[in-house]
């Protein structure tokens, strides 16, 4: 009570504000609520099983699957779901405390070809799946993070090399970083798409998966490659002396001495630079392809199900909004365990 | 007998679980000079904080010119405007020139218009000897000088009461002087102050009282006469030989 | 050296197979597809535009549609951006936490998904003109747009008006010196006059199946503003949040200590000092809006990529040319945000904090 009234009831100005902003609340939430989830319809498999007037959940239901692995054939789609598998114990690994980082970084590294195979079907004797038939979360993932694993090695080389003694290669590294970073991702993908199969010999063609990844690792790359910067601006001079007294070289006190630390040190930068490239996997939907957004936007326009636009859009928000949410939390845990950040 | 301006009754401050004032109990009189001396830790700054409200108590009372500081914000804002405050820190405003600093609060609180505020600043500015540095940003100025102008604009809201937070710790022993000698002139016009200070020549030649306060307790209260010759408490004792040794 | 020539042989193989292929299409190259009629309309512009305009036109076209929408939503996200920013340190414990809420939510679902929703959604589902929401009047939202009302100024008046600006301008100078609140009031009411005299404002209304007068805003363009500067909003609050937090504690107990009312002491002690933290980061998110604001694409509003990169590269097929001087146009509007941020950092953000 004495609560209430310190927070929301201290003075008139402060009483005026709270229920203001109560009444705006009521007046947006009651319905919405009603709308989603009182007088929904959860039951059915058409259309016309939604009668209440509420949100068509049944439309959900019914594509959710499609949602999920896009048009992969349905027989094949256990190979996305051992994929999925994977990666989660992958991410697993490096958040547990007692495995180290470089066991969890082995396991990662084999993991990811490990996926790419199994869900290509590529050497393996499973049926070949075509990548035009890959699609919704499961695209979105993969673009996501197959897109991370090209753009670290680069950023990686980017970082130090905007970080070089030699004028040439800090340079071009700067310029290069500095370029994808002023244009918009889409201009990016405009020009994987259209200007890559322009540059390869006639005949031969990329997969327009292979070049929308290659468009989303340089853009990635040149964000990540800031964000490593970071890290390596934070390491004191004295470990540089300190490794060159010990005898190493450039590549030995950088691969030994100097990314272990930066690299933890930029963990939570790392992790905010995967939300924002897991949003940004959305603007493939603008060349063409159906990630989660892309087929859900794309099966508004069936004809049986017309008029869902709030449906799609709100279960889109939702699962867009609990990963990156998560994603965020995790952020920030890592950020106050390791203190690094802290003072 | 006239009613006190600060009225400090049984107060009790708790930071978490630890106490840094235990039941304190001190009347300033109008015009009067009290200087507050003890060890570090012994909840010196927290007083002079609660006076101004600055620090909320957890138990007591706390009356400046009859106004309770329990009373809510009203009553918080209007002891604030009779009372002026001078940190350890300085606590200038870096982004605002000297002449800035000094107008902002006449302006804004006391609704002064910006040419009687200018007039204001200029005045206090030549009280406290630098009107030549109006124009400057603060870090532009010396320690002593920026601790000058936060002596001038505490004063330029006319207060009744001035309080000073060890206002020469931050500072190189050359400036020292010239800000113990703003304060001394300033305590030679009248003016009522509480000042924490470890600068016991400064309390030897204004203090009309010295408290001295250990563990968050009031150890010993006297004129400087009596405080420095015939100390009652032994922790007062051991106190001043440890400080008056240099 | 073999680094040097790998890379020299890498790019005359790669300028060989575009040769051939350019060639194989029957793509032309060089920059002269640039004054060629279009041949295509365009639904929104700022200046004069038909099918038989050049394509070169159209360029400008879409580059200003760029720089009007993001000019709009810089200016909506900076003012929601910092009103939410504050308000997370608001007495208020229920507005606080709005402001928490509306943050996690906003900047943690994709942008493009949220144009999306504002457009189909929202805008295109609105009620047809005859039964538009009527705000006082004066606008009207409905599935063709915000109408609004328009200035309309009468030949020459425009020398009249730039000329009462640049009065107004000028003592808006004196007066920040001086202080002279009186010469100020007047010049402005000489604005208000100027204005009255030589403008009118036509203000939209229903005539029949349709709004006249006024002028309309499209849906695409509303749904885009409202996204971007809403979206932004969300990180420049979080961005305020931290620059607020970055101030030290001492400045706020010395405005306490004077008195200072709360809303000055975050106007005229807080605010500027946060300014020192916020203005590099806010430069930054400023040039993401921008960037952004080409997911216009995705719904088909006019701007520089999606009549550029999209209707003309579909139409010349030039793929190297439009991409090169849509990414140079970025990159040089990336380049002047930065640096006039740099000079107002330099000469505002900075004050008294370099010595
Ligand atoms: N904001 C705070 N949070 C927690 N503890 C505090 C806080 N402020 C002061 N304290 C504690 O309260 C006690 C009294 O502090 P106070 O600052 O009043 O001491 P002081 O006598 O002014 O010491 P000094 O001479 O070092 O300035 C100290 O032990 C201090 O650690
Ligand atoms: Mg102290």
């Not at chain 1, 209440?52 to 190979?79: L, N």
């Not at chain 2, 218009?113 to 100025?141: M, T």
């Not at chain 2, 051991?238 to 008056?244: G, K, M, T």
């Not at chain 3, 229920?94 to 189909?120: C, D, K, S």
Request: glycine fraction near 8%.
């Amino acid at each position: 009570m004495s609560w209430a009234r310190q927070n929301l009831f201290s003075g008139w100005g402060n009483t005026l504000t709270t229920v203001l902003i109560g009444f705006v609340l009521v007046w947006a939430l009651v319905p919405f609520l009603d709308w989603a989830v009182f007088s929904a319809d959860w039951v059915g498999s058409k259309r016309v099983d939604c009668n209440t007037g509420g949100a068509c959940w049944v439309y959900v239901i019914q594509r959710f699957d499609q949602f999920m692995y896009g048009f992969y054939p349905e027989a094949e789609r256990w190979r996305v779901d051992v994929g999925a598998v994977l990666l989660m114990i992958a991410l697993m690994l490096f958040f547990l405390p007692r495995v180290t980082g470089r066991l969890a970084l082995v396991f990662l590294l084999l993991a990811l070809p490990v996926g790419w195979i199994l869900l290509t079907g590529q050497g393996l004797g499973l049926p070949a799946v075509e990548t035009r038939l890959w699609g919704g979360m499961m695209l979105t993932v993969v673009l996501t993070v197959a897109g991370l694993a090209l753009a670290f090695p680069v950023a990686i080389l980017l970082a130090l090399g905007r970080r070089s003694s030699l004028p040439v290669v800090r340079i071009s590294c700067t310029a290069f970083i500095e370029l994808w970073r002023g244009v918009p991702l889409i201009t990016v993908l405009f020009m994987a798409s259209v200007m890559l199969p322009l540059f390869l010999p006639d005949g031969a063609s990329v997969d327009k998966l292979l070049r929308a990844l290659i468009g989303v690792s340089l853009f990635a790359g040149a964000y990540l490659a800031e964000v490593i910067r970071g890290g390596l601006q934070a390491i004191p001079r004295g470990q540089y002396e300190a490794a060159a007294a010990l005898g190493l070289g450039y590549w030995k006190t950088m691969i030994y001495v100097i990314l272990p630390q930066a690299l933890r040190h930029v963990i939570p930068g790392l992790i905010n630079t995967v939300i924002a490239l897991f949003k940004d996997t959305t603007l493939v939907l603008i060349i063409g392809m159906f990630d989660f957004l892309g087929i859900i936007q794309a099966s508004l326009n069936d004809q049986e199900w017309l008029g869902l636009a709030a449906e799609g859009y709100v279960f889109a928000a939702l699962v867009y909004w609990s990963i990156c949410f998560g994603l965020s939390r995790l952020s920030i845990n890592v950020e106050q365990r390791s203190g690094v950040y802290r003072g | 007998m006239a009613e006190p301006v600060i009225k400090v009754e049984q107060v009790h401050k708790w930071f978490g679980s630890h106490q840094a004032l235990a039941g304190i109990d001190l009347s300033v009189m109008a015009g009067e000079r009290i200087v507050v001396c003890g060890p570090s830790g012994s909840g010196k700054s927290t007083l002079v904080r609660c006076m101004n409200g600055l620090e909320t108590m957890n138990a007591g009372k706390i009356t400046v010119n009859q106004i309770d500081l329990a009373g809510g914000s009203a009553a918080v804002e209007q002891v604030r405007k009779s009372v002026g405050m001078v940190f350890q820190q300085f606590n200038l405003f870096p982004h605002l020139t000297v002449e800035e600093n000094l107008c902002l609060a006449p302006t804004r609180s006391l609704g002064l218009s910006q040419a009687n505020a200018q007039e204001r600043a200029r005045k206090y500015l030549e009280r406290v000897h630098i009107p030549e540095q109006a124009g400057k940003f603060p870090l532009q100025l010396s320690g002593g000088q920026q601790q000058r102008v936060a002596i001038a604009r505490a004063l330029c809201m006319e207060p009744q009461i001035m309080l000073f937070d060890e206002p020469t710790s931050a500072l190189d022993p050359e400036m020292i002087k010239e800000v113990l000698d703003v304060i001394a002139e300033l305590a030679a016009d009248g003016m009522t102050m509480v000042c924490v200070t470890h600068e016991m020549g400064l309390a030897r030649a204004m203090a009309d009282r010295i408290v001295f306060l250990d563990e968050g307790q009031i150890v010993e209260e006297a004129p400087p006469s009596e405080f420095f010759k015939a100390p009652k408490s032994d922790r007062t004792k051991q106190f001043l030989s440890r400080i008056l040794q240099h | 050296m073999v680094a040097v020539a790998v890379v020299i042989a890498g790019a005359v193989w790669l300028f060989g197979n575009t040769l051939d292929n350019l060639a194989n299409r029957g793509i032309a190259s060089g920059f002269s597809f640039l004054k060629s009629t279009a041949g295509f309309g365009i639904s929104t512009s700022l200046i004069d535009f038909s099918e038989a305009s050049s394509i070169g036109r159209a360029f400008w076209v879409g580059l200003l549609n760029t720089l009007l929408v993001s000019a709009i939503s810089v200016v909506l996200a900076t003012i929601l951006g910092f009103a939410i920013g504050i308000a997370r340190f608001s007495k208020n414990w229920l507005l606080g936490r709005v402001a928490t809420v509306y943050v996690e939510t906003l900047r943690n679902i994709p942008l493009l998904l949220q144009i999306f929703f504002w457009y189909f959604a929202v805008l295109r589902a609105l009620p047809g003109p005859r039964q538009s929401y009527d705000l006082a009047g004066w606008f009207f939202l409905n599935n063709r747009g915000f109408y609004i009302p328009k200035l309309e100024i009468i030949d020459g008046g425009g020398w009249v008006l730039l000329g009462a600006v640049v009065m107004a301008f000028l003592a808006f100078w004196q007066c920040r010196h001086k202080g002279i609140s009186r010469s100020c009031a007047g010049l402005a009411v000489l604005l208000f006059i100027s204005l009255l005299a030589v403008g009118s404002v036509s203000v939209p209304a229903l005539t029949g199946f349709n709004f006249t007068g006024g002028t309309v805003l499209s849906p695409e363009l509303v749904a885009l503003v409202i996204a971007l500067s809403s979206y932004t909003a969300a990180f420049i609050a979080e961005i305020v949040r931290a620059g607020v937090q970055s101030v030290p504690r001492g400045q706020i107990e010395a405005a306490d200590a004077l008195s200072l009312p709360d809303k000055d002491r975050m106007r005229f002690v807080v605010i500027p000092q946060a300014l020192r933290v916020i203005v590099p980061l806010l430069t930054n998110q400023y040039l993401n809006l921008t960037k952004n604001s080409s997911l216009a694409a995705a719904i088909a509003f006019p701007d520089l990529v999606s009549v550029f990169a999209g209707t003309v590269l579909n139409i010349t097929g030039q793929a190297i040319e439009i991409i090169g001087i849509t990414m140079a146009v970025y990159l040089t509007i990336s380049l002047t945000i930065a640096f006039s941020m740099n000079i107002f950092n330099r000469t505002t953000a900075m004050r008294g904090l370099s010595s």
